[in-house]
């Protein structure tokens, strides 16, 4: 009498603990995603593209564009997973690795926050990026693929919330395959904004460019106040997270 009983607690606890593990990695992609997306919103990237799809040649010029983001990315990714993993960094909340890059990650994200609201207010309409990037779409593919590159890796908010990615990743203490999959919905996560408009283009082009034309003005109009209020977002959301880790320490 007591067997079914007992198989239907295990059962149960069975059930619960897939539940649990279901939530935990629901929860992980979707800060992958949203991190992901976030390091996707830049103006200067995605206003490029949108020149170079606007401009001769746009679907082989404008694909490797994006393939090399999504390169970069992938080898960013890799390139902190390794050498999280060599040095066995211990990202659970409330570890000093995690907490002090959920601190590090916020006050940087707040000043470049508070420089892009500022700088937009003293330039007012036209900002300064926009003035250059006619100049560089107008270079020769491989070094306007090397310029992009070299903005990618500049960027210091992007640096900080890929590593803020991939201590996530470690944290989860993934087996390699789940870790290959989540990178890779990251990485893909990254380059979505900048895919959009390329897939737009491959339907139409002609139904496609007075859009990206009235998308591209846009950009330039409130891509900073955007990108400000994002950072700020995204600051606020670490510094709470780094505030969290400070008191499980």
């Given at each position: 009498?007591?067997?079914?009983?007992?198989?239907?607690?295990?059962?149960?606890?069975?059930s619960?603990?897939g539940?649990?593990?279901?939530s935990?990695?629901?929860?992980l992609?979707?800060?992958?995603?949203?991190?992901?997306?976030?390091?996707?919103?830049s103006?200067?990237?995605?206003?490029?593209?949108?020149?170079?799809?606007?401009?001769?040649?746009?679907?082989?010029?404008?694909?490797?564009?994006?393939?090399?983001?999504?390169?970069?990315?992938?080898?960013?990714?890799?390139?902190?997973?390794?050498?999280?993993?060599?040095l066995?960094?211990?990202?659970?909340?409330?570890s000093?690795?995690?907490?002090?890059?959920?601190?590090?990650?916020?006050?940087?994200?707040l000043?470049?926050?508070?420089?892009?609201?500022?700088?937009?207010?003293?330039?007012g309409?036209?900002?300064?990026?926009?003035?250059?990037?006619?100049?560089?779409?107008?270079?020769?593919?491989?070094?306007?693929?090397?310029?992009?590159?070299?903005?990618q890796?500049?960027?210091?908010?992007?640096?900080f919330l890929?590593?803020?990615?991939?201590?996530?990743?470690?944290?989860?203490?993934?087996?390699?395959?789940?870790?290959?999959?989540?990178?890779?919905i990251?990485?893909?996560?990254?380059?979505?904004?900048l895919?959009?408009?390329?897939?737009?283009?491959?339907?139409?082009?002609?139904?496609?460019?007075?859009?990206?034309e009235?998308?591209?003005?846009?950009?330039?109009?409130q891509?900073?106040?955007?990108?400000?209020?994002?950072?700020?977002?995204?600051?606020?959301?670490?510094?709470?997270?780094?505030?969290?880790?400070?008191?499980?320490?």
């Amino acid at each position: 009498m007591l067997l079914p009983a007992s198989l239907g607690v295990v059962a149960l606890q069975g059930s619960l603990q897939g539940s649990l593990q279901g939530s935990l990695q629901g929860s992980l992609l979707g800060e992958l995603a949203a991190f992901g997306l976030a390091i996707g919103f830049s103006p200067l990237h995605i206003g490029l593209l949108l020149l170079v799809l606007l401009g001769p040649n746009p679907l082989r010029r404008g694909g490797l564009f994006v393939a090399a983001w999504l390169i970069t990315g992938g080898l960013i990714v890799t390139a902190l997973l390794t050498v999280g993993h060599g040095l066995v960094l211990t990202m659970e909340r409330g570890s000093s690795h995690r907490t002090g890059l959920d601190l590090l990650a916020a006050g940087g994200l707040l000043a470049i926050a508070m420089q892009e609201l500022f700088k937009r207010e003293q330039e007012g309409e036209q900002p300064g990026w926009t003035r250059r990037l006619d100049q560089f779409c107008a270079l020769p593919l491989p070094v306007l693929l090397a310029v992009s590159t070299g903005l990618q890796l500049a960027a210091p908010d992007d640096l900080f919330l890929f590593a803020k990615a991939a201590g996530s990743l470690l944290a989860a203490s993934l087996d390699r395959g789940q870790e290959l999959l989540a990178s890779g919905i990251f990485v893909f996560s990254t380059g979505l904004l900048l895919l959009l408009p390329l897939g737009a283009l491959l339907l139409g082009r002609g139904r496609v460019l007075p859009l990206l034309e009235a998308a591209k003005q846009w950009l330039f109009r409130q891509g900073d106040l955007l990108l400000g209020l994002l950072s700020l977002a995204l600051a606020i959301y670490l510094g709470w997270q780094g505030i969290e880790g400070l008191r499980l320490s």
